[in-house]
C-alpha cells in the first residue's frame, strides 16, 4: 500500500516508516520539520535501500494536504504529526488545540474526498487521565492534564464520528504509552531538537555529558519508591503495532493500547540504565512536574492476544 505518514520524520514516525518500508508498504512523507530533520528521511532510505517521497508541509496546510491527495495514490493515512505534550504546554492550549485538531479534521476530510478509507491515528495514554491502572480501552476517559492530552481525546472522537457517518472509514487509534529505544542500525532514534522533555532522552544526554544531572520530578508520589511509574516500550516494537493495525484494518473505529504492560519507576528506569551500560547518571530529586501523574501503565492484553 501506499501510505502517507504525516510527522514521517519524527521519532516514532521515522522507525514506522523504516517498518513499512520493510514490510513492502511505500511511504508518502509529510513533516514540517518542526521537531525532526531532512537528513532523518536519508536515514531511512539509507537504512532500507528503498525510495521514499517527502513533502516538507504542514499538516495544518489544507491546501497543501489536498495536493499531496490528489497527485499521489494513496491507499491509507498514519497520522502522528502533532505538537507534544511537555509540562510547560499548559500554558499554551490555544497552539495545541489549533494545531492537534486542525491537522486530524484536514487529513479526514481529504480522505472522504479522495476515497481513502483507512486510517491510523496517534494517540496516547495521556487521553485516560489519572485513571486506575492499568488502563484498559474500554475504560472512561477521564478529562486529561494538558491540552494535548485533550486534543487526542477530541482527534479520537472526531475520527469516530466520521466512522459512523462512513461506515467503509476504517480508523485504528493507537494509544500509545512511552516509547524508547532506537533502531538497530543506531542511525536513528530520539533526538528532540533542544533541552528533552521526556526522561529516556535526558537520561541518555546526561549518560552523554551533554546535561549535566537528570532532575527526577518529585518522589512523593504512592508508587513503588515514590517516583512516577509509567510502561516504556521499545519504539521497533510500536513502529510494527502500526503495520499490524493497517494490515488488519476493520470498519469503524477500533481502540488499541501500545504498551508492555508493565509499570517501571523513575529510579528503576536509571537504575537498568546504568547497570546495561556500566555508566552513573547523576541525578537530583526536585518538585514535582505540572500535569503528571503518579502511574500510567497498559492493560496490553487486547494487542497481545490474552483478552
Ligand atoms: O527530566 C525528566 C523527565 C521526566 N521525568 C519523569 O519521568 C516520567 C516519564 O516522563 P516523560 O518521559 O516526560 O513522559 P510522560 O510525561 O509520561 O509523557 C509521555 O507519555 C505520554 C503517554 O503516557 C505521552 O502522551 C507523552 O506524549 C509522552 O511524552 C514521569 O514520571 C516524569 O515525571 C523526570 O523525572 N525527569
Do not use: W
Request: glycine content about 10%; hydrophobic content about 40%.
Amino acid at each position: 500500500m501506499n501510505i502517507l505518514v504525516t510527522g514521517g520524520a519524527g521519532y516514532i514516525g521515522s522507525h514506522t516508516c523504516i517498518a513499512l518500508l520493510e514490510a513492502g508498504h511505500s511511504v508518502i512523507i509529510a513533516d514540517n520539520l518542526c521537531n525532526s530533520r531532512l537528513e532523518t528521511i536519508e536515514k531511512i532510505i539509507n537504512i532500507t535501500d528503498k525510495e521514499v517521497t517527502f513533502f516538507e508541509i504542514d499538516a495544518t496546510d489544507e491546501q497543501g494536504i489536498d495536493v499531496i491527495f490528489n497527485n499521489n495514490k494513496i491507499d491509507g493515512v498514519i497520522h502522528f504529526a502533532g505538537l507534544k505534550a511537555v509540562g510547560e504546554s499548559v500554558d499554551i492550549p490555544l497552539t495545541y488545540y489549533y494545531n492537534n485538531i486542525a491537522s486530524t479534521m484536514i487529513l479526514a476530510k481529504a480522505c472522504q474526498k479522495y476515497g481513502v478509507n483507512r486510517f491510523v491515528f496517534s494517540s496516547s495514554a495521556t487521553v485516560y487521565g489519572d485513571n486506575k491502572v492499568p488502563f484498559v480501552e474500554t475504560m472512561n476517559l477521564l478529562p486529561t492534564t494538558n491540552p494535548y492530552g485533550e486534543t487526542k481525546a477530541m482527534s479520537e472522537r472526531i475520527l469516530t464520528d466520521i466512522t459512523k457517518a462512513n461506515p467503509e472509514f476504517s480508523v485504528d487509534l493507537l494509544r500509545y504509552f512511552n516509547p524508547v529505544g532506537a533502531h538497530e542500525s543506531g542511525l536513528i532514534g530520539e533526538a528532540p531538537n533542544g533541552i528533552p522533555n521526556n526522561l529516556m532522552p535526558y537520561v541518555t544526554q546526561v549518560a552523554k555529558g551533554r546535561l549535566k544531572k537528570l532532575r527526577v520530578f518529585g518522589n512523593d508520589y504512592p508508587t513503588i519508591d515514590d517516583t512516577g511509574v509509567r510502561d516504556y516500550i521499545h519504539v521497533l516494537d510500536l513502529a510494527e503495532g502500526h503495520v499490524a493495525a493497517l494490515d488488519n484494518l476493520k470498519e469503524g473505529a477500533h481502540i488499541y493500547n501500545l504498551g508492555t504492560g508493565q509499570g517501571t519507576s523513575v529510579l528503576e528506569l536509571v537504575k537498568a540504565f546504568e547497570d546495561a551500560n556500566g555508566i552513573e547518571v547523576p541525578y537530583e530529586i526536585i518538585e514535582r512536574r505540572p500535569g503528571d501523574i503518579a502511574s500510567c501503565y497498559a492493560d496490553a492484553s487486547k494487542v497481545t492476544g490474552g483478552a
